[in-house]
Nanobody, 122 residues
Framework: VQLQASGGGLVQTGGSLRLSCVVS????????IGWFRQAPGKEREGVSC????????YYAESVKGRFTISRDNAKNTVYLQMNSLKPEDTAVYYC????????????????WGQGTQVTVSS
């Protein structure tokens, strides 16, 4: 069971990035996938998740209206489109497999990928 996150980088305030999470060892269409982030000195924060059964999505208040989670089952890939980026979005972003609920909580996730760094310059 592996999750591989990619797509991070350095962007200016207001810019966009799309993160990808390729899952292997299980199917993204049978497992809920979440995105999390962790900034230096801060706790890991749930950003968004997508349910496998319904495609229902949830977002943290801090990213609503700016971030969009989606999945391509044929590619076993889950995406996080991030628009209107702010310096406070700077963090290492992780994807994980677990249980997607209205509040995205790390404790409900079992398998984690390595992180991808997102840096937003002011």
């Amino acid at each position: 069971v592996q999750l591989q996150a990619s797509g991070g980088g350095l962007v200016q305030t207001g810019g966009s990035l799309r993160l990808s999470c390729v899952v292997s060892g299980f199917s993204s269409d049978h497992d809920d996938i979440g995105w999390f982030r962790q900034a230096p000195g801060k706790e890991r924060e749930g950003v968004s998740c997508i349910r496998s059964s319904s495609g229902r999505t949830y977002y943290a208040e801090s990213v609503k209206g700016r971030f969009t989670i989606s999945r391509d089952n044929a590619k076993n890939t889950v995406y996080l489109q991030m628009n209107s980026l702010k310096p406070e979005d700077t963090a290492v972003y992780y994807c994980a497999e677990g249980v997607c609920q209205r509040t995205v909580v790390a404790g409900w996730y079992n398998f984690w990928g390595q992180g991808t760094q997102v840096t937003v310059s002011s």
